[in-house]
């Protein structure tokens, strides 16, 4: 017994030590992943960190996780320049949420977890920044959820791969089908929003002719990209007068679509536009009330945690979600059509499901008196 006692008194404090130093190594990861990940920057190529100002490839020293940003305060051991806090934050988040996934989950499944919160910081930073979930880390996600399932069906409480693969899969499937059908509703309803000035703005197109145009809306510009993200979307804009290649027009409505230009009397591609300017009292852009990239988030998140993680997940995230939006409002921080990343919250509602969804239910179960 006492054997059994020493054994288990060095054991436990060496998985948790080297749980913690394989998190902080991963959070190293993690932030390269956060930053090269939506600049499209290979993962592989430079295979060093470098500074993301003065290009330098970062000494061994100063590319230790924590240490190195606090030893350097948060700058460039070269060129001086700040290095974003988001590294420190995501080296120390990552090595307190294996930690917390090592606590909670036993051995094989803690694995699995790893590998999903690993995903989810990377989804967070990378949307707060953004407003985007790149394809790689969902699809990942994805990938990684259904196989982990497979090769450790203890994931989903069974025994059997091919029982924890179909568990995974009807995740999967719930957790994006029903996000996607959040989406097309909001699109539906919340699918545009309004600027009407009291009295004309000027208005122009300009850079028409290349990949991403920009519409000038009294001297703010509005992205192209963003606003096309479905072949149907359209910015209307009521212009009190306006200027098409030479030509004057007063009164006229311009629909914008991704590639041309309609009105009652044009159709032109973009590229054949050369000059446009006008006035406005009336402006209409389509907006996304869920982008697709927290849907399949959410189908990776649903290979993970199952059917069940799927419906505790989503509602939490909305209430999460809301709480922000209203407290921002009220703090002035925000306004109701300022755009708001929602993968953070499907990130929190997937990690409050890992580390203690089942005893949450339970405690509301109880309130309720089910």
């Given at each position: 017994?006492?054997?059994?006692?020493?054994?288990?008194?060095?054991?436990?404090?060496?998985?948790?030590?080297?749980?913690?130093?394989?998190?902080?190594?991963?959070?190293?990861?993690?932030?390269?992943?956060?930053?090269?990940?939506?600049?499209?920057?290979?993962?592989?190529?430079?295979?060093?960190?470098?500074?993301?100002?003065?290009?330098?490839?970062?000494?061994?020293?100063?590319?230790?996780?924590?240490?190195?940003?606090?030893?350097?305060?948060?700058?460039?051991?070269r060129c001086g320049s700040r290095i974003s806090p988001v590294y420190l934050i995501v080296e120390l988040l990552v090595p307190i949420l294996?930690?917390?996934?090592?606590?909670?989950?036993?051995?094989?499944?803690?694995?699995?977890?790893?590998?999903?919160?690993?995903?989810?910081?990377?989804?967070?930073?990378?949307?707060?920044?953004?407003?985007?979930?790149?394809?790689?880390?969902?699809?990942?996600?994805?990938?990684?959820?259904?196989?982990?399932?497979?090769?450790?069906?203890?994931?989903?409480?069974?025994?059997?791969?091919?029982?924890?693969?179909?568990?995974?899969?009807?995740?999967?499937?719930?957790?994006?089908?029903?996000?996607?059908?959040?989406?097309?509703?909001?699109?539906?309803?919340?699918?545009?929003?309004?600027?009407?000035?009291?009295?004309?703005?000027?208005?122009?197109?300009?850079?028409?002719?290349?990949?991403?145009?920009?519409?000038?809306?009294?001297?703010?510009?509005?992205?192209?990209?963003?606003?096309?993200?479905?072949?149907?979307?359209?910015?209307?804009?009521?212009?009190?007068?306006?200027?098409?290649?030479?030509?004057?027009?007063?009164?006229?409505?311009?629909?914008?679509?991704?590639?041309?230009?309609?009105?009652?009397?044009?159709?032109?591609?973009?590229?054949?536009?050369?000059?446009?300017?006008?006035?406005?009292?009336?402006?209409?852009?389509?907006?996304?009330?869920?982008?697709?990239?927290?849907?399949?988030?959410?189908?990776?998140?649903?290979?993970?945690?199952?059917?069940?993680?799927?419906?505790?997940?989503?509602?939490?995230?909305?209430?999460?979600?809301?709480?922000?939006?209203?407290?921002?409002?009220?703090?002035?921080?925000?306004?109701?059509?300022?755009?708001?990343?929602f993968g953070p919250f499907l990130s929190a509602g997937a990690v409050l499901w890992v580390l203690c969804g089942p005893e949450l239910v339970g405690v509301y179960q109880r309130l309720i008196g089910v």
């Open positions: 017994m006492n054997d059994s006692l020493n054994f288990s008194s060095i054991t436990v404090p060496l998985y948790f030590t080297c749980v913690v130093v394989a998190g902080l190594a991963l959070g190293s990861f993690a932030g390269c992943c956060i930053y090269r990940i939506p600049r499209e920057i290979s993962l592989l190529k430079p295979a060093r960190s470098y500074c993301p100002h003065c290009g330098v490839t970062l000494k061994p020293q100063h590319n230790l996780p924590v240490i190195s940003w606090l030893l350097l305060r948060g700058r460039c051991g294996f930690l917390a996934v090592a606590l909670r989950v036993a051995w094989p499944a803690v694995i699995a977890n790893f590998g999903l919160a690993l995903l989810l910081v990377i989804a967070t930073f990378v949307d707060i920044e953004f407003f985007l979930i790149p394809d790689l880390i969902s699809i990942s996600g994805i990938v990684l959820g259904l196989l982990f399932s497979f090769c450790w069906p203890v994931l989903h409480h069974s025994d059997s791969p091919l029982a924890g693969l179909f568990l995974s899969l009807a995740g999967c499937l719930l957790g994006g089908t029903i996000l996607y059908l959040v989406s097309e509703g909001g699109k539906v309803f919340f699918g545009r929003y309004k600027i009407i000035p009291s009295s004309p703005i000027r208005f122009s197109l300009v850079d028409s002719a290349t990949e991403n145009p920009c519409l000038m809306l009294d001297g703010e510009p509005f992205d192209w990209a963003s606003h096309f993200l479905r072949s149907r979307d359209r910015i209307l804009v009521r212009a009190t007068e306006v200027t098409i290649n030479d030509e004057q027009c007063c009164n006229l409505d311009l629909c914008f679509y991704r590639d041309r230009l309609k009105t009652v009397r044009h159709d032109l591609k973009l590229e054949e536009i050369r000059e446009l300017t006008g006035r406005t009292q009336h402006a209409e852009f389509p907006r996304e009330a869920m982008g697709l990239g927290d849907v399949k988030l959410m189908a990776g998140i649903g290979a993970f945690v199952g059917w069940q993680g799927v419906l505790f997940t989503i509602p939490v995230a909305a209430f999460l979600g809301c709480i922000f939006g209203l407290s921002a409002i009220l703090l002035r921080r925000k306004s109701m059509s300022t755009r708001v990343p």
